[in-house]
């Protein structure tokens, strides 16, 4: 008969675990998040690209003359024919040339140019890179933890089933 080590409750609990896998565990759950967070931002660099150098000056003139802009789409039809004959830009002839569709899209524009800065984009991809990352992360790191939780459940069912050793 070979005798087995009397163990403390506290060796029990800590049966389940193993700290060299959940390290290489927590490694791996940093590394995919990284690479899951690149992935997505590439993915959405790559189908939205940044304004073009054009879109960008437009949407600096929303900006600069966002009232006198605000005030022009709220014009009606003929004074905005007039106001457009004056003014020097080429927005406000083209605007009146564009079709229904065309001046709903320019208004969506203007609407969200009111506060627009050049690099605003790239701080969005940062942003976004930062979000997808904690996100992945974080479910990383709760997937782990029920994988602790089970193998101390597991760990605790195993020790309920072993019979009592007498000495």
Known sequence: ?????????????????????????????FWISVVLATVLVVWYFLTHPPDSEEMQRMRMFFKEN??????????????????AQKQ???????????????????AALIHI???????QYWFNLIFQWIIWFTTFWFLGLMIEGAIILARRDRAKRLAARRPPQNN
């Open 66 to 83: 966002a009232i006198e802009v605000g005030g022009f789409l709220k014009m009606t039809r003929d004074e905005k024919k007039v106001f």
């Open 113 to 119: 140019s009111y506060d627009y800065t050049p690099f």
């Open 1 to 29: 008969m070979t005798e087995e080590p009397l163990s403390t409750e506290a060796d029990s609990d800590e049966d389940f675990r193993d700290e060299k896998k959940e390290n290489v565990y927590r490694r791996i759950s």
């Open 88 to 106: 020097k830009h080429p927005f406000y002839a083209k605007y009146m040339l564009a079709s229904e569709a065309e001046r709903e899209k320019l």
